[in-house]
């Protein structure tokens, strides 16, 4: 005989059951595009299919996310105005590049804002990181969840960097917006602001230098092949936004936009995970593909911090508020 426990537990599994089919009878038949630069095999990839992998879960498989890595479908800012049409839906790219549309997400790029991972989740994840991706809805764009690309280090064929002003006079490409230009300036090096698909080519023929990304980038893109030399700086952290069209937004029911909204969140957890497991190994595999690795000690650390905070202030002070609300949260998280 059934004890009245088991008959409840029992009615509870039977009705959680029946919620997921009507959750998923209400969802449309859609089929979405999702752009981002890296290559199939990256932590940020490996994101972008766990998302489609939940969103076709969760709608009963009438919603399908078709995911384009490596650039496929062109780089950022043609996939960002592409988005704003209506013609590609998502796109996952750093979130700083979205300063071209809301100036405010030039914050993200600050040289040394975050210590860690923990800081930098606690303030995507928070107010701050909501009343940002808010402020894309004027311009098209909605913003689901962050992602994370990781701490960025400078590569160069040229020489090794252990020193500050080993990078000077060096041509390194960077990320096409104001602040990134600006900070390898103050190093004394030649910034070359280029889309991300065009950085191989431009690496294997000598026009630039160099280039600065987290490590899982440096091996996922095959840099070594055109790299010798990798300095660990950690100078800057990158978030990612995964983003959504407004135009298409608009167009779905509530349904769907929770199905996407969940989907988002979750798979942002996972990929931050995958991104901080993956780098544990990826500095011995970079090493094992002949990259000669440096790393600044404390003092040269200091050192680069000094000679980018003018650049830090400057572009702060152009931000208004944003910086010390960004500050206020950090504050909060290291207590």
């Given at each position: 005989m059934l004890s009245v426990f088991n008959l409840t537990r029992r009615a509870l599994v039977v009705a959680a059951a029946a919620l997921l089919p009507f959750a998923a009878a209400q969802a449309q038949e859609r089929s979405f595009k999702l752009a981002l630069q890296n290559p199939k095999g990256h932590p940020l990839v490996a994101g972008a299919e766990k998302f489609a992998e939940i969103v076709a879960a969760k709608s009963g498989g009438k919603m399908k996310v078709n995911v384009f890595p490596g650039g496929a479908l062109g780089g950022d800012a043609p996939n960002v105005s592409a988005l704003q049409g209506g013609t590609i839906e998502f796109v996952l790219l750093n979130s700083g590049i979205l300063a071209s549309q809301v100036k405010d997400f030039e914050v993200y790029d600050f040289p040394f804002m975050f210590a860690n991972a923990k800081e930098a989740d606690a303030v995507v994840d928070g107010p701050f990181g909501q009343k940002m991706h808010a402020k894309l809805n004027e311009k098209g764009i909605v913003g689901l969840a962050y992602f994370e690309l990781g701490f960025r280090n400078i590569t160069n064929s040229k020489r090794p960097i252990a020193t500050v002003e080993d990078i000077a006079g060096l041509k390194l490409r960077v990320i096409p917006n104001a602040i990134n230009v600006d900070w390898v300036k103050?190093?004394?090096?030649?910034?070359?602001?280029?889309?991300?698909?065009?950085?191989?080519?431009?690496?294997?023929?000598?026009?630039?230098?160099?280039?600065?990304?987290?490590?899982?980038?440096?091996?996922?893109?095959?840099?070594?092949?055109?790299?010798?030399?990798?300095?660990?700086?950690?100078?800057?952290?990158?978030?990612?936004?995964?983003?959504?069209?407004?135009?298409?937004?608009?167009?779905?029911?509530?349904?769907?936009?929770?199905?996407?909204?969940?989907?988002?969140?979750?798979?942002?957890?996972?990929?931050?995970?995958?991104?901080?497991?993956?780098?544990?190994?990826?500095?011995?595999?970079?090493?094992?593909?002949?990259?000669?690795?440096?790393?600044?000690?404390?003092?040269?650390?200091?050192?680069?911090?000094?000679?980018?905070?003018?650049?830090?202030?400057?572009?702060?002070?152009?931000?208004?508020?944003?910086?010390?609300?960004?500050q206020a949260e950090l504050a909060k998280a290291r207590k």
């Open positions: 103050a190093l004394g090096a030649n910034p070359t602001p280029l889309a991300f698909p065009e950085v191989y080519a431009a690496l294997e023929q000598k026009a630039i230098d160099g280039q600065e990304n987290p490590l899982n980038v440096i091996l996922a893109n095959k840099f070594a092949e055109v790299q010798k030399h990798l300095a660990i700086t950690n100078h800057q952290y990158n978030p990612q936004s995964l983003i959504f069209s407004k135009k298409v937004w608009d167009t779905l029911n509530d349904a769907d936009k929770k199905i996407l909204q969940d989907a988002a969140a979750e798979a942002a957890k996972f990929q931050r995970q995958v991104s901080r497991e993956a780098a544990t190994g990826t500095l011995d595999a970079l090493k094992k593909a002949g990259m000669q690795v440096t790393e600044f000690n404390a003092a040269e650390q200091a050192k680069l911090r000094d000679k980018l905070k003018p650049v830090v202030d400057k572009h702060g002070a152009a931000l208004g508020t944003t910086v010390a609300e960004l």
